[in-house]
């Protein structure tokens, strides 16, 4: 597997650059006519045992991995997730495993001062040592032949959710906004031990880094970061209780992303095109709220403030529609679905057309 001109095109994404195209990845495109190799039979009693089970779960994306097309910039990448609450659960939080899949945060503080106040330790923390364990698994099994993505870590305003639940936090934020500082903080160092713990495990192999989602690899010390919280309050609140945990884990990394998710977090958007250290935004505008084409002004905004885009397109006539109105420095086209392998070619062929870009 050669991702050596991925690596540059996405080192050219972090800095609004371009090397030959924009990058372009599109997940889930099946090969004709591929059957899955033998599937590890699943004997758990219960599906966090399963979610848990760190050689059923590789052998399982292993048996799997011969079915799918890598167009663009897509690449196989095993992702050793527990969930977005997993930051949470290291922090004293327990994660429910329903069978549907997935999993959700039972919430423990029964108050803002208890939420992180015992320091985590990741060598007892059974969430830790089970991502330890997939991260490691994959690892070793991979053989050059898929990479290991570090999980979502964020520990800012959604490990707080996850410790007190999104009711009580925003009742804490009226009643109690130095404690929600004090305990932002209090667990905020926490994302970069967990980070570090993961990076040097995957440096050991000799692999790059990979971002929550399997879709960035660099060889710096880079992640997604995100706080779907701050979606229910204002920048207002939010500058002195949230914001500056957001920083610390900015200032623990040499790239980063921001996970911008549905309108009720663009308030916040000129704060994080101000930040520096935030290279890019990926836009979520939401269920219902698409097509791309409709939120141009948004990636103008961006854009204009020097971030790069991560670019989230419902159709392959999307992305054609949106193409005239950006650079191409600094866009990257993502697609989780939905285009088969002549779509995803022709879009490949597109984002390196130059004509088809605004000048």
């Not at 990058?23 to 039979?41: F, H, S």
């Amino acid at each position: 597997m050669d991702i050596t001109s991925s690596l540059a095109r996405f080192d050219a994404w972090f800095n609004q650059s371009i090397i030959d195209r924009p990058p372009v990845t599109v997940k889930n495109v099946w090969r004709d006519g591929a059957v899955p190799g033998a599937l590890p039979v699943a004997r758990h009693a219960s599906p966090r045992e399963r979610q848990f089970d760190a050689d059923f779960r590789v052998a399982t994306f292993a048996a799997r991995l011969d079915c799918w097309r890598w167009i663009g910039d897509t690449f196989p990448c095993f992702s050793p997730s527990l969930g977005a609450d997993l930051s949470g659960a290291v922090l004293g939080a327990e994660l429910e495993f329903p069978e549907t899949g997935g999993s959700w945060a039972r919430h423990t503080a029964t108050s803002i001062a208890a939420a992180g106040a015992v320091p985590p330790d990741l060598e007892r923390s059974p969430y830790w040592q089970a991502t330890r364990a997939l991260v490691d698994t994959s690892l070793a099994a991979s053989q050059g032949r898929w990479l290991t993505s570090i999980p979502n870590l964020d520990c800012n305003g959604d490990a707080l959710v996850a410790l007190r639940g999104p009711q009580e936090l925003s009742l804490d934020l009226m009643d109690d906004p130095d404690g929600v500082r004090a305990a932002a903080e209090r667990i905020a160092p926490c994302f970069k031990r967990m980070h570090g713990d993961l990076e040097r495990r995957i440096r050991a192999a000799g692999q790059p880094l990979v971002a929550v989602d399997g879709d960035v690899p660099s060889h710096h010390r880079m992640a997604r970061l995100g706080c779907d919280f701050l979606a229910l309050i204002s920048p207002k609140s939010a500058r002195n209780t949230i914001y500056p945990a957001i920083e610390q884990h900015i200032a623990a990394l040499e790239f980063c992303w921001w996970h911008l998710d549905s309108a009720g977090e663009l308030p916040h958007l000129d704060w994080l095109l101000a930040q520096p250290g935030i290279r890019g935004i990926q836009w979520v505008y939401g269920a219902g709220r698409g097509p791309a084409s409709r939120w141009i002004e948004v990636y103008q905004r961006i854009q204009a403030a020097g971030k790069s885009i991560e670019l989230l397109p419902v159709s392959l006539q999307d992305a054609l529609d949106v193409m005239p109105h950006l650079r191409p420095e600094g866009v990257w086209i993502k697609f989780f679905g939905g285009l088969d392998a002549t779509q995803a070619e022709a879009l490949v062929a597109a984002a390196a057309d130059r004509s088809r870009w605004r000048r």
